[in-house]
Structure formats: structure tokens, C-alpha cells
């Protein structure tokens, strides 16, 4: 890999995160209302999967570019889920302030963005042996795992950390399903889809991990890319019945936030889908592949753009109209990713 465009794929995710932080933090400083309240601590949240992220993205150009050593593969990871612990315990305290409406929607929100940024720095983590995976791949079906490859037990627990992490969102919504009230339902449905990208990079979590060491099958090329597709459109099917299903103004926030999370699933599945491509085989429209988040992410900040123009008419549409430009840069990191792992497995990083 071009020693410039690694710095590039590297400073992407930090200047994604840049723009969630400092767009965050200017909503908060425009008004003390509810609405400014949940936009802004939502984008900030979002910086923490874009840290994540970068840590994925470093944690792959160093093995490329053969600067990658003991140090790396510690402080990287651990960068990841310092920053992501710390959003999940940054949601707790804000659902500590009190019963507001404003609390419990942020708070539920922020938490499940810290349990996306768990399951993305598990995926930098399962990333460490990344370079093993063009090694297994050499060795063919049942050669076992290369040297160096990860214990069996450890790739188990790779793959369970999302899992888990996965079914707590999806129990924590249910709970404030149980609860009712309007707030309640607004966070549970957000919380819920951003529980079902935590189960989406499942996939991606697995596909590394069982590349990695040589046990990735051919009925897996489909497997793990069906079900993050099933997840992306339970995300934007989800919405759509948000968004249907009554006329409460209340419905406006999170039905155009699951689409959006929809969309960021759709981003996720550009990674598994080249990490299914590639394996043991040549695959000539690779380095397109990368398109697929640029063009989620233009989708995020387009849509995000008609719902600017409806908040002139409709206050509603402020908090979906801020929360869509950062999933937007959210979807724009992942573009760095996938071109980074194309490099990767393409062969790119001997040139």
C-alpha cells in the first residue's frame, strides 16, 4: 500500500469523528432544549465509532505496511474499547439525571452507540492476525489454522463479544418497550436498531476471525452477507412502521433514525461481502466494492438535507435531521475500511 494513501485511509475515521464531535458540540451550544439536548450528545456519542473505527483501520495498514508490531496490537485495540466504555458509561450517567424525556431518549441512545463502538473495536481486535488471512488461504480446505493464527477458544470469544453485546440492547429496549410512555418507545426503537448493527458486525466479527484461521467455508460467502442484509432491512423496515404506524409527532425521530442506522448496515455489508468475494478466489470488480458506503453515506447526508428543509415547518425533524448527517460520516469511515481491506486481500499491500 502507497504509504500516502495509507495516511489518508487513517485520517478519515479521525476526520469523520472531527465532524461528529465539533458539529455535536455546536448543537449543544445553539439551545438548551430537549431537541438540542438528544442531536448533540447523539453526535458527540457518534465520535466514538468513528475512533473505533480508526483503530480497525490502523490496526490493518500497519501489517500492510510492515510497521506493525507488539505495541500496536495492544494500544490499538485497547484505544477502541477505552473510548467506547467510556460512551457506554458517559449513557449511564446522563440516564442517572433524571426521568426528563430528554435524559432517557439521549441516554438509552448514547449507550447503545458505546456498544457499537465495542463490537467495531472487536472487530480491529479479530483484526490483529489480519494479514494471516491471504496465509490460510494458501493452505487450502482443511490445512488448519497458519502459524500465529489465534487459539480456537479466542476466536469464540471474538465473535461472542457482539453477540452478547447485541441481545443486552435488544434487552434493554424490550424493557422500555414494557415500560410504555412515548419517550420510552422512542428510545426502545432506537436502541433497537442500533442493537441490530451490533448484531450485523457479527458477521463481519465471524468472517475475520474464521479466515483468519482457515475455517471459513463456502456456504459462508452467503451466510454471514444474508444476514447483515436481513439486518440493514429490519432496520429501514422498522422505521418505515415507525413512521407509518400513527401520526404522533413523536414517530418522526426515530422512524427516519432507523432508516439511517438501515443504512449503515448496508455499509457494514460492503466489508463482509469483500471479505466473502476474495477468499480463494479472484474477483476482477473488488476494488468497486468500496462504493457501496459512499454511496450510503450520500444517501444519509441527502436525506438529512430534505429533513433540514422540513424542520421549517415541522420542529420534529431537527433531532433525524442532525442524527443523519453523523450517520452519514459514520458511513463515510466505513468507505476507508473497505478500501483498506480490499488492498489487503487483493494482494495490493505487496506491490
Known sequence: MNPTISVLFRAIPLAMGAVCLAFGLDVLAAGDDAAHFVAGHVLVALTAICVALFTTAATI??????????????ALPALGYAVALATVGWGISILGRGEEPQFVVAGHVVLGIGFIATCVSTVATASTKFVLIQRSGALGPGGGPPDGAYSRRAGI?????????ALAGLVIAGTLYAQG??????????????????????SL????????????????RFRWTWWVVAMGTTNVVLGLAVLLGSDDPARIAPGNVLIGLGLVCFSILSKVVLLALVWRRSFPLANRIPLIPVGTAL????????????????????????????LG?????????????EAGTSGASDT
Do not use: K, M
Not at 495498514?61 to 495492544?74: D, F, K, M, T
Not at 466479527?205 to 459462508?220: H, I, K, L, M, P
Not at 444517501?299 to 453523523?326: E, I, K, S
Open 157 to 165: 470469544i471474538l465473535v461472542a463479544i457482539p453477540a452478547v453485546v
Open 329 to 341: 460520516a459514520v458511513c463515510f469511515t466505513l468507505f476507508s475500511i473497505v478500501s483498506i481491506l
Open 181 to 202: 410512555g412515548t419517550h420510552a418507545l422512542v428510545a426502545g426503537n432506537v436502541l433497537t436498531g442500533l442493537s441490530v448493527i451490533c448484531a450485523a458486525l457479527v
Open 299 to 326: 444517501t444519509c447526508l441527502f436525506y438529512a438535507a430534505f429533513l433540514f428543509q422540513a424542520t421549517l415547518t415541522r420542529p420534529a425533524f431537527f433531532v433525524p435531521a442532525h442524527v443523519l448527517v453523523g
Open 205 to 220: 466479527v465471524a468472517s475475520v476471525v474464521r479466515q483468519v484461521r482457515n475455517e471459513f467455508g463456502d456456504a459462508e
Open 61 to 74: 495498514i500497519r501489517q500492510l505496511i510492515h510497521r506493525y508490531g507488539r505495541p500496536w496490537e495492544i
